[in-house]
Protein backbone atom coordinates (compact mmCIF):
# COMPACT_ATOMS: atom_id res chain seq x y z
CA UNK A 1 0.00 0.00 0.00
CA UNK A 2 1.43 3.05 -0.65
CA UNK A 3 1.61 6.20 1.32
CA UNK A 4 -1.47 8.05 -0.39
CA UNK A 5 -4.06 5.22 0.18
CA UNK A 6 -2.14 4.67 3.81
CA UNK A 7 -2.71 8.73 4.94
CA UNK A 8 -6.65 8.35 3.87
CA UNK A 9 -7.06 5.42 5.61
CA UNK A 10 -5.11 7.04 8.91
CA UNK A 11 -6.86 9.80 8.62
CA UNK A 12 -10.34 8.38 8.35
CA UNK A 13 -9.78 5.98 11.14
CA UNK A 14 -8.34 8.53 13.38
CA UNK A 15 -11.45 10.73 12.85
CA UNK A 16 -14.03 7.79 13.27
CA UNK A 17 -12.49 6.91 16.76
CA UNK A 18 -10.97 10.25 17.89
CA UNK A 19 -7.65 8.24 18.27
CA UNK A 20 -5.51 5.57 17.54
CA UNK A 21 -2.40 3.42 18.03
CA UNK A 22 0.14 2.99 16.08
CA UNK A 23 0.52 -0.99 16.52
CA UNK A 24 -3.28 -0.72 15.51
CA UNK A 25 -2.81 1.17 12.63
CA UNK A 26 0.20 -1.02 11.74
CA UNK A 27 -2.16 -4.28 12.07
CA UNK A 28 -4.94 -2.06 10.11
CA UNK A 29 -2.43 -1.21 7.29
CA UNK A 30 -0.78 -4.69 7.44
CA UNK A 31 2.67 -2.98 7.75
CA UNK A 32 5.37 -2.07 10.08
CA UNK A 33 5.33 0.64 12.94
CA UNK A 34 8.15 2.27 12.06
CA UNK A 35 6.20 3.01 8.83
CA UNK A 36 3.13 4.00 10.48
CA UNK A 37 5.46 6.37 12.47
CA UNK A 38 7.23 7.89 9.53
CA UNK A 39 3.67 8.73 8.02
CA UNK A 40 1.93 10.05 11.41
CA UNK A 41 4.95 12.52 11.23
CA UNK A 42 4.13 13.16 7.45
CA UNK A 43 0.59 13.72 8.42
CA UNK A 44 1.16 15.77 11.87
CA UNK A 45 3.11 18.25 9.65
CA UNK A 46 0.28 18.57 7.40
CA UNK A 47 -1.96 18.96 9.97
CA UNK A 48 -4.08 16.07 9.29
CA UNK A 49 -4.36 14.38 12.58
CA UNK A 50 -2.49 15.54 16.12
CA UNK A 51 0.67 13.28 16.88
CA UNK A 52 0.79 11.98 20.41
CA UNK A 53 2.67 9.46 22.67
CA UNK A 54 2.16 5.88 20.85
CA UNK A 55 -0.06 7.07 18.07
CA UNK A 56 -2.61 9.83 16.81
CA UNK A 57 -5.75 12.04 17.95
CA UNK A 58 -8.09 13.95 16.06
CA UNK A 59 -6.75 17.44 15.94
CA UNK A 60 -10.60 18.96 17.03
CA UNK A 61 -9.84 16.99 20.25
CA UNK A 62 -6.56 17.84 20.64
CA UNK A 63 -7.36 21.55 20.29
CA UNK A 64 -10.87 22.18 21.49
CA UNK A 65 -10.52 23.94 25.28
CA UNK A 66 -13.30 21.51 25.74
CA UNK A 67 -11.16 18.53 25.62
CA UNK A 68 -12.47 16.32 28.20
CA UNK A 69 -15.77 16.92 27.17
CA UNK A 70 -14.67 15.51 23.64
CA UNK A 71 -12.91 12.76 24.87
CA UNK A 72 -15.95 11.53 26.79
CA UNK A 73 -17.41 11.31 23.27
CA UNK A 74 -14.45 9.09 21.62
CA UNK A 75 -16.43 5.65 21.40
CA UNK A 76 -19.27 6.53 23.56
CA UNK A 77 -21.52 3.68 22.78
CA UNK A 78 -18.76 1.31 24.31
CA UNK A 79 -18.23 2.98 27.50
CA UNK A 80 -22.04 3.18 27.99
CA UNK A 81 -22.53 -0.22 27.78
CA UNK A 82 -19.65 -0.84 30.02
CA UNK A 83 -20.88 1.51 32.45
CA UNK A 84 -24.27 -0.05 32.42
CA UNK A 85 -22.55 -3.32 33.17
CA UNK A 86 -20.64 -1.36 36.39
CA UNK A 87 -23.54 0.25 37.87
CA UNK A 88 -25.62 -2.96 38.31
CA UNK A 89 -22.68 -3.97 41.27
CA UNK A 90 -23.57 -0.55 42.67
CA UNK A 91 -25.31 -1.15 46.01
CA UNK A 92 -28.06 1.33 48.02
CA UNK A 93 -25.48 2.86 50.64
CA UNK A 94 -22.31 2.12 49.17
CA UNK A 95 -19.48 4.52 49.26
CA UNK A 96 -17.87 4.49 45.73
CA UNK A 97 -14.46 6.17 44.12
CA UNK A 98 -14.46 7.29 40.76
CA UNK A 99 -11.36 8.28 39.28
CA UNK A 100 -11.38 11.42 36.01
CA UNK A 101 -11.18 8.79 33.43
CA UNK A 102 -13.41 9.67 30.57
CA UNK A 103 -14.85 6.29 30.50
CA UNK A 104 -15.69 6.37 34.51
CA UNK A 105 -16.92 9.69 33.70
CA UNK A 106 -20.36 7.81 31.79
CA UNK A 107 -21.01 6.05 35.06
CA UNK A 108 -22.99 8.67 36.57
CA UNK A 109 -25.94 8.76 34.44
CA UNK A 110 -26.75 5.20 35.06
CA UNK A 111 -25.97 6.16 39.56
CA UNK A 112 -28.18 9.71 39.86
CA UNK A 113 -30.84 7.96 41.43
CA UNK A 114 -28.78 5.63 43.88
CA UNK A 115 -28.00 6.94 47.67
CA UNK A 116 -25.09 5.89 47.26
CA UNK A 117 -21.66 8.43 48.13
CA UNK A 118 -19.12 9.22 45.35
CA UNK A 119 -15.41 10.46 46.69
CA UNK A 120 -14.07 12.05 43.44
CA UNK A 121 -11.19 14.24 41.97
CA UNK A 122 -13.13 14.63 38.92
CA UNK A 123 -14.65 18.62 38.64
CA UNK A 124 -17.39 16.88 35.68
CA UNK A 125 -18.27 14.13 37.94
CA UNK A 126 -18.90 16.68 40.65
CA UNK A 127 -21.16 18.72 37.96
CA UNK A 128 -22.89 16.09 37.13
CA UNK A 129 -23.82 14.24 40.13
CA UNK A 130 -25.04 18.09 41.70
CA UNK A 131 -28.49 17.76 41.04
CA UNK A 132 -28.92 13.83 41.90
CA UNK A 133 -29.39 11.63 44.99
CA UNK A 134 -25.92 10.88 45.37
CA UNK A 135 -23.82 12.07 48.05
CA UNK A 136 -20.26 13.53 46.51
CA UNK A 137 -17.34 13.76 48.27
CA UNK A 138 -14.85 16.30 46.06
CA UNK A 139 -11.17 15.52 46.93
CA UNK A 140 -8.94 18.61 47.39
CA UNK A 141 -5.47 19.86 46.23
CA UNK A 142 -4.29 21.30 43.07
CA UNK A 143 -7.07 21.76 40.08
CA UNK A 144 -5.73 20.41 36.42
CA UNK A 145 -7.30 22.64 34.44
CA UNK A 146 -6.95 20.77 30.86
CA UNK A 147 -8.01 17.36 33.27
CA UNK A 148 -10.72 19.06 35.04
CA UNK A 149 -9.50 17.05 37.76
CA UNK A 150 -7.63 17.59 40.88
CA UNK A 151 -4.69 15.94 41.67
CA UNK A 152 -1.59 16.12 43.99
CA UNK A 153 0.22 14.81 47.37
CA UNK A 154 -3.03 16.66 49.39
CA UNK A 155 -5.66 14.98 47.38
CA UNK A 156 -3.69 11.64 47.46
CA UNK A 157 -3.60 12.46 51.48
CA UNK A 158 -7.45 13.47 51.14
CA UNK A 159 -8.44 9.76 49.76
CA UNK A 160 -6.64 8.02 52.01
CA UNK A 161 -8.80 9.16 54.93
CA UNK A 162 -11.73 7.32 53.50
CA UNK A 163 -12.50 3.20 52.76
CA UNK A 164 -14.99 2.51 49.83
CA UNK A 165 -17.09 -0.44 48.99
CA UNK A 166 -15.74 -0.01 45.67
CA UNK A 167 -13.02 1.97 43.49
CA UNK A 168 -14.07 2.39 39.63
CA UNK A 169 -10.83 3.48 37.50
CA UNK A 170 -10.19 4.15 34.02
CA UNK A 171 -6.54 3.01 32.59
CA UNK A 172 -4.76 4.57 29.26
CA UNK A 173 -3.74 0.95 28.50
CA UNK A 174 -3.49 -2.37 29.44
CA UNK A 175 -1.75 -5.59 28.66
CA UNK A 176 -0.93 -9.05 30.06
CA UNK A 177 2.72 -8.52 29.99
CA UNK A 178 3.33 -4.95 31.18
CA UNK A 179 0.11 -4.58 33.22
CA UNK A 180 -1.79 -0.86 33.53
CA UNK A 181 -0.29 1.74 31.72
CA UNK A 182 -0.77 5.73 31.90
CA UNK A 183 0.26 8.89 29.93
CA UNK A 184 0.85 10.76 33.41
CA UNK A 185 1.74 10.41 36.45
CA UNK A 186 -0.97 12.05 37.89
CA UNK A 187 -3.09 9.55 36.42
CA UNK A 188 -1.42 6.70 38.11
CA UNK A 189 -1.20 8.26 41.61
CA UNK A 190 -4.19 8.70 41.47
CA UNK A 191 -5.78 5.41 40.79
CA UNK A 192 -3.40 3.36 43.21
CA UNK A 193 -4.30 6.06 45.94
CA UNK A 194 -7.65 4.73 45.15
CA UNK A 195 -7.31 1.29 45.02
CA UNK A 196 -5.42 1.10 48.38
CA UNK A 197 -8.46 2.43 49.63
CA UNK A 198 -11.42 -0.07 48.69
CA UNK A 199 -12.43 -3.51 49.16
CA UNK A 200 -13.14 -4.24 45.47
CA UNK A 201 -11.71 -2.28 42.41
CA UNK A 202 -13.36 -2.37 38.88
CA UNK A 203 -11.35 -1.17 35.89
CA UNK A 204 -13.44 0.05 33.25
CA UNK A 205 -11.52 -0.38 29.71
CA UNK A 206 -12.99 -0.16 26.50
CA UNK A 207 -11.46 -2.62 24.25
CA UNK A 208 -9.37 -0.04 21.88
CA UNK A 209 -7.08 0.06 24.83
CA UNK A 210 -6.54 -4.02 25.21
CA UNK A 211 -2.88 -4.94 24.95
CA UNK A 212 -1.83 -1.40 24.67
CA UNK A 213 1.01 -0.02 25.93
CA UNK A 214 1.36 3.92 27.31
CA UNK A 215 4.08 5.91 28.63
CA UNK A 216 3.93 5.10 31.76
CA UNK A 217 3.79 1.88 33.53
CA UNK A 218 2.28 2.02 36.98
CA UNK A 219 1.17 -0.94 38.70
CA UNK A 220 0.24 -4.48 37.88
CA UNK A 221 -2.60 -6.58 36.94
CA UNK A 222 -3.27 -7.41 40.46
CA UNK A 223 -4.32 -3.53 41.17
CA UNK A 224 -8.04 -4.50 39.98
CA UNK A 225 -9.91 -6.88 41.01
CA UNK A 226 -12.66 -7.18 38.09
CA UNK A 227 -12.04 -5.94 33.89
CA UNK A 228 -15.07 -4.93 32.51
CA UNK A 229 -14.67 -4.10 28.52
CA UNK A 230 -17.52 -3.90 25.94
CA UNK A 231 -18.73 -6.51 23.00
CA UNK A 232 -16.04 -5.53 20.72
CA UNK A 233 -13.06 -6.53 22.17
CA UNK A 234 -10.98 -9.53 20.33
CA UNK A 235 -12.13 -12.85 21.25
CA UNK A 236 -8.98 -14.43 21.22
CA UNK A 237 -7.66 -11.70 23.75
CA UNK A 238 -10.78 -12.14 26.39
CA UNK A 239 -9.84 -16.00 26.22
CA UNK A 240 -5.97 -15.04 27.33
CA UNK A 241 -7.23 -12.76 29.61
CA UNK A 242 -9.43 -14.92 31.44
CA UNK A 243 -7.03 -17.69 30.93
CA UNK A 244 -4.60 -15.83 32.86
CA UNK A 245 -7.21 -15.56 36.29
CA UNK A 246 -8.56 -12.52 35.05
CA UNK A 247 -12.44 -11.77 36.44
CA UNK A 248 -13.68 -10.06 33.09
CA UNK A 249 -17.01 -9.05 32.29
CA UNK A 250 -18.42 -7.90 28.51
Request: charged fraction near 25%; include cysteine.
Amino acid sequence: MNFQNRKQLIVRTVEERGSADVGELAELLQTSEMTVRRDLVQLAASGLIYRTRGGAMKVSLATDKHTFANKTAVHAERKDYICQLAAQDIQEGDVIFMDCGSTVFRLCQFIRNKRITVVTNSLPIVAELMTSDVSVNLVGGEVDKERQAVHGLMAEEHMARYRANRAFIGVDGLSLEHGLSANSEKEASTAIAMARQTEKVYLLCDSSKLETNKYLYFAPLSLFDVLITDKEANPDVIAAYRQAGITLIN
